[in-house]
T-cell receptor
Framework: DGGITQSPKYLFRKEGQNVTLSCEQNLNHDAMYWYRQDPGQGLRLIYYSQIVNDFQKGDIAEGYSVSREKKESFPLTVTSAQKNPTAFYLC????????????FGSGTQLSVL | AQSVTQLDSQVPVFEEAPVELRCNYSSSVSVYLFWYVQYPNQGLQLLLKYLSGSTLVKGINGFEAEFNKSQTSFHLRKPSVHISDTAEYFCAVSAYNYQLIWGAGTKLIIKP
């Protein structure tokens, strides 16, 4: 079945540590996205990519980094510069066409130890 | 710039009663409109979308929404809710740059 897979489901970060969240899709989508979800705030865009080897900052990119070396993969690194990383992180993908729907992974809950 | 306002953070409703979740947007250009649903501890999935044409859009699970251009609204409705509809519902808007602007979400609470 085609879909989008995020791992791990739960992740804990120690002070000063970088952690990487995985996102893989087999939908042959060109566009991939990372969102952060905090209670009562909806979804905020961290980074997005519409083509391999290219990505753009979203609204809250500070303290995060990404790479897009393969069409299928779009990992997100939460760096030690992100001082408030506790949140639910969602990865999504879509075709690059107006009005296309997003397909979402099941999310990663990141907490600080 | 576009923005999306979901007027209610929570909507409690009795099982088998009708429900309306409200969404208003602001935009100076034509937009595409979406409703997504998020069940607890899961990702989001598309309920329905409006791109053009008929202003009444039908989606999955018996939901429908009506696009009202003059009132810049896209309210979501269901005539009879079930306990399985308990979830958070997000309204979103996109314009020419394809990027989605999200509302803050409305939690639908079904009372038995």
């Amino acid at each position: 079945d085609g879909g989008i897979t995020q791992s791990p489901k739960y992740l804990f970060r120690k002070e000063g540590q970088n952690v990487t969240l995985s996102c893989e899709q087999n939908l042959n989508h060109d566009a991939m996205y990372w969102y952060r979800q905090d209670p009562g705030q909806g979804l905020r865009l961290i980074y997005y990519s519409q083509i391999v080897n290219d990505f753009q900052k979203g609204d809250i990119a500070e303290g995060y980094s990404v790479s897009r070396e393969k069409k299928e993969s779009f990992p997100l690194t939460v760096t030690s510069a992100q001082k408030n990383p506790t949140a639910f992180y969602l990865c999504a993908s879509s075709a690059v066409r107006a009005g296309e729907k997003l397909f979402f992974g099941s999310g990663t809950q990141l907490s600080v130890l | 710039a576009q923005s999306v306002t979901q007027l209610d953070s929570q909507v409690p409703v009795f099982e088998e009663a009708p429900v309306e979740l409200r969404c208003n947007y602001s935009s100076s250009v034509s937009v595409y409109l979406f409703w997504y649903v998020q069940y607890p501890n899961q990702g989001l999935q598309l309920l329905l979308k409006y791109l053009s044409g008929s202003t009444l859009v039908k989606g999955i699970n018996g939901f429908e929404a009506e696009f009202n251009k003059s009132q810049t609204s896209f309210h979501l409705r269901k005539p009879s809710v079930h306990i399985s509809d308990t979830a958070e519902y997000f309204c979103a808007v996109s314009a020419y740059n394809y990027q989605l602007i999200w509302g803050a979400g409305t939690k639908l609470i079904i009372k038995p």
